[in-house]
């Protein structure tokens, strides 16, 4: 099953595309035992297609302090884990240092990247995302999680990148839904 990490430095909008990307399927959440609280795994379907989504907190490659240096060593598990990284930064900043140390990162891996630029709503597309050709990653889009703007051009990004991997574990559409239900 292919697996999707979502990283980036904080505040750049991880976890609002990772909660965009989770529901727009209806999304089964697999509660998975063991795991860390630090990375957050669920299973998503895009186009029937299975895929593990991970979230993992803000990611600052150089972190010194205890927290930030935790929290960047489960980014580099989630990253070692994962087949394909969602690499995000924020459109209104513009480039950061700390994006191109986690491009720096990144590099050096072996992983398919999709370069997220989050943040796009109203901003001219091409401006932006220029800004973002020196961190050198080919497969890139302008986003906004909280418009659910071009989410849908990711998602094809995706899925495309799947098949070219051989990720081709479709599942028919014959789940089971369950509602909780009971008085409050
Ligand atoms: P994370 O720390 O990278 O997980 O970022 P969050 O998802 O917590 O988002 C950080 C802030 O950015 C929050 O205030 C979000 O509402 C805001 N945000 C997230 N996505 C967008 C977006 O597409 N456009 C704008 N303008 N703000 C966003």
Not at 19 to 28: E, M, P
Not at 115 to 139: A, M, P, Y
Not at 146 to 171: R, T
Request: hydrophobic share 40%; charged share 25%.
């Amino acid at each position: 099953m292919l697996s999707l990490a979502i990283i980036g430095r904080p505040n750049v909008g991880k976890s609002s595309l990772f909660n965009v990307l989770s529901r727009s399927r209806k999304a089964l959440v697999a509660d998975i035992p063991g795991l860390t609280r630090d990375r957050n795994y669920i299973k998503i379907f895009i186009d029937n297609l299975p895929i593990w989504l991970i979230d993992t907190g803000g990611f600052e490659p150089k972190a010194k302090d205890t927290v930030s240096y935790k929290m960047s060593e489960q980014t580099k598990i989630a990253v070692d884990e994962c087949d394909c990284v969602l690499f995000v930064v924020d459109g209104r900043t513009g480039c950061h240092p700390i994006d191109e140390q986690i491009a720096d990162f990144l590099r050096k891996k072996n992983k398919k990247i999709i370069l997220v630029i989050n943040k796009s709503e109203g901003l001219n597309f091409n401006l932006t995302s220029s800004d973002f050709l020196r961190l050198g990653f080919t497969n890139n889009i302008c986003i906004s999680a909280s418009h659910n703007e071009n989410i849908h051009i990711l998602k094809e990004i995706i899925v495309s990148l799947a098949d070219h991997d051989g990720h081709d574990d479709y599942v028919n559409n014959e789940h089971v839904s369950i509602s909780i239900l009971g008085k409050p």
